[in-house]
Structures are given as C-alpha cells and as structure tokens.
C-alpha cells in the first residue's frame, strides 16, 4: 500500500510540531500535506500568531537544512540566489550559494521585498533551480517554501502579483488561538521555549518517499470531473473576476491524493477533495469589486459555497 509510505511519516511530523505550536492541528496537518505534495505554503496573517514558530518546528521536525531569509526592501536578488566570485588563489570564478539551496525556506514577510526580488523566488519554486549569470543550478530534491507576509500593512510594502501567488500550493491563516490554548501557550513557554527539545521525527529521504507514494493514490475518473467541475464554477461565478487555473486543478487532485494517503487510504474520496480546496483554491481566485457584488465575497467563501453547490460523486 502507497498509503504506508505517507500516513506513518504524515502523522509522526503532525505531532510533534503540535509540541510546540497548540491549537492549531488542521493548519498544521496542511502544511504537512503541502510538503508531502512538494508544494508551497503562503502564510498570510498578522504578526504574533506564531507564523514563524510554526515554520521553526517544522525545520526542527524534519532533519533536513534550513535558512530563514528576512525580505526588506533592500534585499537583492543575489542575497537569495547566490553570487560568483573571483577566488583569487584559484584565479577562477567559483559560485557561491545563496541561501536557497536550504532544503527548507522561511521567507519571512515577503511582501517587504521589490518586485525584483520577489520574482527571483519565483524560478525556484516553479523549476526547483536558480539561474546566476547564465549559469542554471538545481536546487534540493526536498525544496520547500513557507512564506509570510501581513496582510494588513499598507505602507512599505509590494504586493505579490497574481502570477506568483499562483506558485503557492496554499494559503493558510494561523488566527488567534481559543483562550484555552492561548493559555497553554503562556503556561508552556514561561520558562523555556518547547522548541528547544524538539528532535526530528523523520529524515528529507522519508519525506521524498512519501512524496513518490503520493502520486501513485488512485484519482477515479470520476472524481476528477469533480474537480474539473470546482474549477470550471470558479470561472463562471458572477462574483468572480478571475477563476481557477488548470495549474489550480492539478495541485488540488495532488493534494487530494496525499490528504488520501495520509488518512491510510489508497485511492482520492470526495471529502479528501473537499478538506483541501479552499487553501489550495482560494488564493489563486480574484472576486469582482464588492461596489458590485454583496459584501463578505471572499475567495474562502466562494469556494466554500462551490462546495456546497457542486454536486460531488456519490461512490468516488
């Protein structure tokens, strides 16, 4: 069974990234599916949710390379890919690696970033390579990509066009915790931070397995006609501008399949399609101006209400 590559590893990283970030199971259980799936996170929500402690334990989770580059305006697109250099005892230029050539990225704030900037992480996450002075270099088999960004400055700040939001596999919000939790956070971190004890529950070779098994879970006929049809709504809706990409579709059947998989299952039901399609859809949908159409049309509700209205295949 495929499933046997993914559930174990899956359920290993949820649960010990858990150990240092409460409350926020679903959101974490995403993020493990977007990095089995070979995606990328967008995590777009205001500052002090615990963006990137969450980004933190997963580095820590996975015994794998990190690097964190802070975006700020004066950042250069070499900061990111690396330059060459003239090694002057080898009389040669040499490259010298960026800090893209982690396994694992946190792009923290990456709309404080110019557009140039911002577009030099775009050729990696599409072609997992980079290109520095004509010269093309592969990056890592595991590349993954959690970006931040505060959705509420104004000032200071670019925009990411559509085309590279696009690149995110999802789009997450952390919110605030239940006050429950948000005690359990001051109780846990009082003293010493549950991040410093956290040890790897699985290697880069582990996630790459899983990440192969992924795309061997079955997707029905059927159910692919489902997702088409999602897709297909995002286009013609009155209250959308722009709909779902075919690039969309594709990553939602891939998601589908590990949400599959990591539920021990070997083949796509229509509830793994729906507990993924509003992180993997939402972002890439630009609803109509609301001086037109009601108040409250977001690209999360669109799609919720899609899913309520498409009709779904009764036996997957």
């Known amino acids: 069974m495929y499933s046997e ?18 409350g926020k199971d679903d959101k974490i259980r995403r993020i493990v599916c977007a990095l089995i799936c070979g995606g990328h996170v967008l995590l777009d929500d205001i500052p002090g949710t615990g963006k990137t402690t969450l980004c933190k334990a997963l580095a820590k989770t996975v015994d794998a390379s990190f690097r964190r580059i802070q975006f700020t305006p004066d950042l250069l697109p070499s900061d990111i ?25 946190l792009a923290d704030e990456l709309n404080r970033t110019t557009p140039r ?9 599409e072609e997992r390579q980079t290109t520095v002075d004509g010269e ?18 104004s000032q ?42 956290l040890k790897a529950a699985a290697s880069s070779g582990d996630i ?15 159910l692919k006609d489902y997702i088409i049809s999602l897709c297909e709504a995002t286009r013609t809706a ?39 399609a509003v992180p993997v859809l939402a972002h890439r949908i630009i609803p109509r101006s609301q001086s037109t159409i009601r108040v409250g049309d977001t690209g999360e509700n669109i799609v919720s209400l899609l899913l309520d209205t498409v009709p779904a295949p009764i036996n997957g």
Request: charged letters at 20%; a neutral charge.
């Open 81 to 105: 890919t690396g330059v060459n250099f003239f090694n002057q005892k080898t009389q040669s230029f040499e490259f010298r690696p960026g800090p893209i050539f982690a396994d694992i990225i």
């Open 238 to 276: 009155d209250s959308v501008r722009l709909g779902v990409s075919t690039r969309g579709a594709l990553q939602l059947m891939r998601a589908s399949q590990v949400w599959a998989g990591m539920d021990g299952r070997d083949f796509v039901i229509p509830d793994d399609v729906k507990a993924v």
């Open 136 to 153: 093309t270099h592969p990056l890592g088999g595991l590349f993954f990509v959690i970006a931040t960004q505060n959705p509420i400055e």
């Open 156 to 197: 200071g700040v670019f925009p990411l066009p559509q085309a590279q939001i696009d690149r995110f596999l999802m789009r997450l919000s952390l919110g605030y915790p239940v006050r429950s939790q948000e005690k359990r956070v001051l109780d846990e971190y009082m003293t010493v931070s549950p991040l410093d004890g």
């Open 5 to 22: 590559s993914i559930a174990p590893v899956s359920s290993a990283l949820a649960e010990n990234i858990s150990r240092a970030v409460f």
């Open 208 to 222: 790459l397995k899983a990440r192969e098994a992924a795309r061997h879970i079955t997707v029905s006929d059927a």
């Open 117 to 125: 900037t911002q577009s030099a992480l775009l050729e990696c996450m």
